[in-house]
């Protein structure tokens, strides 16, 4: 059987994923190599504050269920995880990365600073470094799929079978939140703040060891009113602290307010997801196999429509929301659609095998 819920939940915060970035795009905290702000004081960016605490570190523990679910039916998890996510994050950027990196460089003014004399090929390879973009995900996701294939082969299941017999209450969950602050405070790289592989592997490994137990599950799903409710107070305290600074930064990130609510959030969402979206419909059928493209896809549609209308228009800033987002969505699954189409690049830049099963 497979888990539908966990499909749901996947592309519920991939849509959340896309939707901060639209509000990123127009963000008023200062934060480089976007459009930046229409104005002082915006209400919209109150969003940004509510999605991204617990957005990729919901991912992170969706993505250790799967990686669990995944090694009880198959024995390829090495080449699997390489293929679908290192390919397409080192290859498959200079593949295709170019073209996202030529929008981040002129959204940053970056092509502004580099010598005129340049050699074309050096030039060319900033441009696709540039535009590794979202596919950090798959770095750091491939690096946590790696460390746990070397971890089953040395702990030789008895760690697996300690931690599915932990009983989920009160007391662990607050156990584990603290595991969460406390890997959230190390691990993380100096300029590029996304890669965060402490409290992202942390993430990724209570997914896999813990709440790939089905009675977790159960208990977060029994008892998700009240984290839910936990979660409203303290993103409520959150936002009212930190709103107009810099969310991701490391100090506001990993504070105990910001973790306290990604953590409290994730168990809410992951208990509603196992109670109210455990089914496959059409929509959802179609979402399940969307998603990856949205995500990988729907920075490039966001960031060249955003660039372009600023450049050329004088539309209110609804518009640009609008246009932007509905861009973002439209253009990443049409991209997505025909580039799975494609043998060499689906494998390259998405991941896929080189062949093309006809239906």
Partial sequence: MREYY???????????????HVFYMYNGQSIPGVIGAFHENQIQDIFQY?????????????????????????????YDRTTKLLVPSTLGIFVFGW?????????????????????????????????????????????????????RKFENYKLYIFLKNVNMNLISIIILGLGLFFSAQILNTPLIVVYRFGVY?????????????????KYL???????????????????????????????????????G?????????????KKYFDHNYNFTEFMRRKSYGIYVFHYLFLSSCAYYLNKYSN?????????????????????????????FIRWSVLGMSNSIKKK
């Avoid at 460089?105 to 535009?131: E, T």
């Avoid at 609510?261 to 997801?273: E, H, K, N, P, R």
């Avoid at 518009?319 to 699954?333: D, P, R």
Wanted: hydrophobic content about 55%; charged content about 10%.
């Fill in 201 to 217: 592997g942390y993430s990724f490994f209570i997914g896999y060891f813990i709440f790939s137990n089905e009675k977790n599950i």
């Fill in 315 to 343: 539309l209110s800033p609804f518009f640009h929301y609008i246009l932007v987002g509905a861009s973002s969505f439209i253009g990443s699954v049409v991209l997505y659609d025909i580039m799975s189409k494609i043998p």
């Fill in 50 to 78: 509510i999605v991204y605490p617990w957005i990729m570190i919901l991912l992170f523990i969706i993505s250790g269920i799967s990686a669990n679910l995944y090694l009880k039916k198959y024995d390829n998890f090495f």
């Fill in 99 to 151: 073209s996202q990196g030529y929008y981040n460089m002129k959204l940053s003014q970056a092509d502004l600073k580099i010598p005129k004399d340049i050699n074309r090929f050096a030039y060319l390879l900033i441009m696709c470094i540039s535009g590794t973009g979202v596919l950090w995900f798959n770095h750091v996701l491939w690096i946590n799929s790696i460390l746990l294939i070397i971890i």
């Fill in 261 to 273: 609510y990604a953590w409290f959030s994730c168990l809410a969402i992951i208990g509603i997801g």
């Fill in 221 to 259: 799903e029994m008892n998700y009113i009240l984290f839910l409710i936990i979660s409203s107070i303290l993103g409520f305290l959150f936002i009212y602290k930190y709103i107009g600074l810099n969310y991701t930064s490391k100090e506001i990130f990993g504070s105990v307010l910001s973790i």
């Fill in 6 to 20: 966990l499909d749901n939940i996947r592309y519920f915060t991939i849509i959340n994923v896309v939707l901060f």
